[in-house]
């Protein structure tokens, strides 16, 4: 059964506590994003920085809250913020996503600056620490196609790196299975709702997101010191459009 949104929310807060006690006396409870995080080698194709300020990205890696909030700490990401892509404008909506059959995945839609950091630096990241590129349909506790691994290329030169990328990280046996990532272009990214923004930020003691996403976060400023900053870019400040 899917862990939608939904239960995600509704988490027994002791319950979850009391698993993070069992973990912390190494039980091996629960998996740790801080032990299965790594860098992958950069691309070896990228995308070349050319006379814009302003670009796009489109990121799907399983619960929104966590992408979002890994990018909003990233140099160069001018907002990140969380959504739905793949599917139509009338069902990119919390619950109908939460189905599994609208053809939506939670997104992230990231705007950066290509002479601060490249997509596939962005790329780079993604795979390390934002998200497991093997699990196929699910992300952690979460299961369903809304909880894809999917990149939703704005142009052919993102989709042309992108499939490079994966075929390099493939043959370089980078991770123990196959990456599952879906490359899907001509997608439209629609906002999620309002209380779905900046959620990492608003509720660090959320037990879900201390488990499953706060690592993330630390996981970056680990591997990627030169690449992350310390306050994020919070939707709450740059707004959303869509």
């Known amino acids: 059964m899917s862990a939608s949104p939904l239960v995600r929310q509704t988490v027994p807060a002791l319950a979850v506590g009391m698993l993070l006690v069992l973990a912390a006396f190494g039980l091996g409870i629960l998996p740790t994003s801080a032990e299965t995080a790594r ?139 196959k990456i599952v990532t879906t490359i899907e272009p001509g997608r439209a990214f629609y906002p999620a709702e309002a209380y779905h923004q900046d959620y990492l930020t608003l509720h660090p003691n959320h037990p879900y997101i201390v488990i499953n996403d706060l690592p993330k976060v630390a996981n970056l400023k680990r591997l990627f010191p030169d690449s992350s900053r310390v306050e994020p870019v919070l939707v709450a400040k740059t707004g959303v459009s869509n």
């Open 39 to 177: 860098v992958v080698p950069a691309p070896a194709v990228d995308d070349p920085a050319g006379p814009a300020t302003s670009q796009v990205a489109v990121l799907a890696g399983g619960c929104f809250w966590g992408v979002q909030g890994v990018f909003q700490h990233v140099e160069g990401v001018t907002s990140a913020v969380s959504g739905y892509a793949g599917g139509a404008r009338e069902t990119a909506d919390y619950d109908k996503v939460g189905s599994g059959r609208t053809g939506h995945a939670e997104a992230v839609r990231i705007t950066y600056d290509p002479r601060k950091i490249t997509f596939g630096r962005l790329l780079q990241i993604y795979f390390s620490v934002a998200h497991d590129p093997t699990e196929l349909n699910r992300q952690g506790p979460d299961i369903g196609p809304q909880y894809r691994s999917t990149i939703f290329p704005a142009s052919d030169e993102q989709a042309r790196v992108a499939k490079a990328y994966i075929e390099q990280l493939d043959r370089a046996k980078i991770f123990g299975a």
